[in-house]
């Protein structure tokens, strides 16, 4: 099969194209034919070598896959060959197939595309999880969701009003405001041209705002930071910018602010119920036809490295797919 391989951590540069040998499932695993695979931020910090996880070399980067089923482990029931499924795997997904344990497997709703399955349960489940299980968002209140445009931030503002907040969307380009907008964002902001902390005290009447969900880190961040209102709460899901801020704790204490860490695969070692709970209900709702994946650009395999470019400038608007 072919695949996109890194022998070398560094830079996307040591990319490249490969045919290696496919691979085969054991009693407890199949095998996908992998038909898309999404892009995220993990992809370039794991080629890099700054990523939490580690693949051994040589390895294929790729956490999110959709496909059918080509081969079925000796131990496995409940899924045949040719089963249109979703699976996360920690790597080997920019390739033309992988194997995968049976228990990672998601059935795809019908109607649903390939890509739309690869697109959707990092980037919703980031979302929904956070703001609902970690910053218990409540109807009415105000949230603002920076870097509204990408794959993670357009989820918060759609899933943020379904659940019936009022959404404040932030992002670096009109024209990702205007997709905020049709998610269901009910004020914009350009932090590239007018100044988060005085707009969000207008736009809620001085009050201020009870949720910060924050992709972006850097100056971004500390401007939402200075418009919380009393007992808010802050979520830090990554840092875009690459600017890692530092919050000094007195400042917490003056409005009774929480700051709270969200990492949304760290739950798949501790506590996984809360992933197949968020699970069930976003595919519920995507069923329903109240979300749908916002997909900006799709590559080719062999153009992976682009792709993941095109993610890490921050130049698209949702999410980035490579389609096999």
């Keep these: 099969m072919k695949a996109m ?15 290696v040998e496919d691979p085969v499932a054991d009693a407890k695993s199949v095998v996908i034919d992998i038909k898309a695979c999404a892009v995220n931020f993990a992809d370039s910090l794991m080629v890099e070598g700054s990523y ?6 040589p390895f294929s980067p790729g956490l999110e896959v959709a496909g059918t089923v080509s081969e079925v482990g000796s131990e496995v029931s409940g899924w045949k060959v040719g089963d249109k499924v979703q699976a996360l795997t920690n790597w080997g997904g920019f390739a033309e197939k992988i194997a995968v344990p049976a228990k990672s497997l998601c059935a795809i709703p019908a109607g649903m595309t ?15 999880v956070a703001l609902g299980y970690r910053a218990r968002l409540q109807p009415g209140e105000w949230l603002v969701v920076n870097g509204a445009g990408g794959g993670v931030g357009l989820t918060a503002v759609e899933l943020g009003a379904i659940m019936g907040a009022r959404v404040i969307a932030t992002a670096g380009s009109d024209e990702k405001l205007a997709i905020a907008r049709e998610k269901g964002a009910e004020f914009t ?15 809620t009447d001085g009050k201020g705002a009870n949720v910060v969900y924050d992709p972006v880190g850097g100056d971004v961040f500390r401007q ?8 808010g709460r802050m979520i830090v899901i990554g840092f875009a910018s690459g600017d890692i ?3 000094p704790a007195n400042h917490l204490l003056v409005k009774n602010i929480e700051l709270i860490g969200f990492y949304w695969g760290a739950y798949k ?3 996984n119920q809360v992933l197949v709970d968020s699970a069930v209900e ?11 994946p916002h997909i900006s650009a799709t590559y080719p395999l062999e153009k992976t490295a682009d792709a993941i470019r095109a993610l890490r400038a921050r130049t698209s608007a949702g999410k980035v797919i490579v389609t096999i």
């Design 114 to 128: 390939y890509e739309e399955a690869a697109s959707f349960v990092v980037a919703y489940g980031t979302s929904h």
């Design 224 to 231: 939402s930071f200075r418009a919380m209102a009393p007992e």
């Design 269 to 271: 070692q501790f506590k």
């Design 282 to 292: 976003l595919f519920d709702w995507y069923k329903k036809g109240a979300i749908k």
């Design 52 to 57: 939490q996880v580690k693949p051994p070399l």
């Design 5 to 19: 391989i890194v022998r070398e951590r560094g830079t996307l540069e040591n990319l490249k194209l490969e045919t």
């Design 245 to 247: 801020p530092q919050v």
């Design 189 to 203: 902001l350009n932090y590239r041209t007018e100044n988060i902390r005085d707009r969000i005290k207008e736009i």
